[in-house]
């Protein structure tokens, strides 16, 4: 395995300053760049445990808070183990700070995020891949669509909403995607229901995407937090064999 360093980074935004997770190989030589989204529980030790398991297989890796703007991680105190009996109070916390991040706020901290990875030594020059999980699947499709410059792969698993019928839906940036998709979607996810799935593989291929989607038998939204009931073991390695796949075809 390769040994990696992890460290707590401070990247200034046009609206204040957004504490990150960055890791990537020890050896401090310059990696491809993956910029990794949350969830809607934060930036927390499991998606730092994930970020890690990315930077050993050779990549430089910056999880963001995009909840910056109430505070620095934890936003929300969450328990060691999430399970259904704490998710109501914990999404009630949770829930206005979310409605608060609007696509055009998530998109220009976007922007900020690729600068600083552009001039950082440990990410290698060139274009960046993009991963997310949960509410982080769509900042990952609308950075893919509002950045086609500078995301050559773009990644979302149990997605939540990323093709409603809303003229804001974010597969509606289809047509200005330039990068290889890849979506692993969970059947048992109300989040994201089958006409959404039809609907989102529809305008890919309209738009001549690259692009693969797929859906995890079983699997339940959430399906690769380990810290939480919705966990699948199996369905956690298929996204993780999709995902390296993916950055190893593009990088």
Not at 169 to 190: M, N, V, W
Request: aromatic share 8%; with cysteine; proline share 8%.
């Amino acid at each position: 395995m390769t040994a990696v360093q992890g460290s707590t980074v401070d990247i200034t935004t046009e609206d204040g300053t957004a504490d990150a997770y960055l890791t990537h190989p020890a050896d401090g030589s310059p990696r491809p760049a993956v910029l990794f989204y949350m969830d809607a529980f934060g930036l927390r030790p499991r998606l730092r445990a994930m970020a890690d398991r990315l930077a050993e297989a050779g990549y430089t890796v910056l999880v963001p808070n995009v909840f910056y703007r109430h505070g620095r991680s934890p936003v929300v105190e969450l328990p060691e183990f999430i399970d259904p009996v704490a998710r109501p109070e914990i999404f009630r916390r949770i829930g206005p700070i979310l409605q608060e991040l609007t696509p055009e706020l998530a998109m220009r901290d976007a922007g900020a995020y690729l600068r600083w990875l552009a001039g950082h030594p440990a990410a290698a020059d060139g274009p960046v891949a993009v991963t997310g999980y949960c509410m982080g699947a769509v900042l990952s499709l609308h950075t893919a669509g509002t950045y086609p410059d500078r995301v050559a792969a773009a990644a979302g698993f149990h997605g939540a909403r990323l093709a409603p019928d809303a003229p804001d839906s974010p597969h509606l940036l289809a047509d200005r995607i330039t990068a290889e998709l890849y979506f692993g979607h969970a059947d048992q996810d109300p989040s994201m229901p089958e006409e959404q799935i039809e609907r989102l593989e529809q305008a890919l291929t309209a738009a001549g995407v690259r692009h693969r989607c797929e859906v995890y038998t079983g699997a339940r939204h959430g399906y690769t937090q380990a810290d939480t009931a919705a966990y699948d073991k199996e369905a956690d390695e298929r996204h993780w064999a999709a995902l390296l796949d993916l950055l190893n075809r593009t990088f």
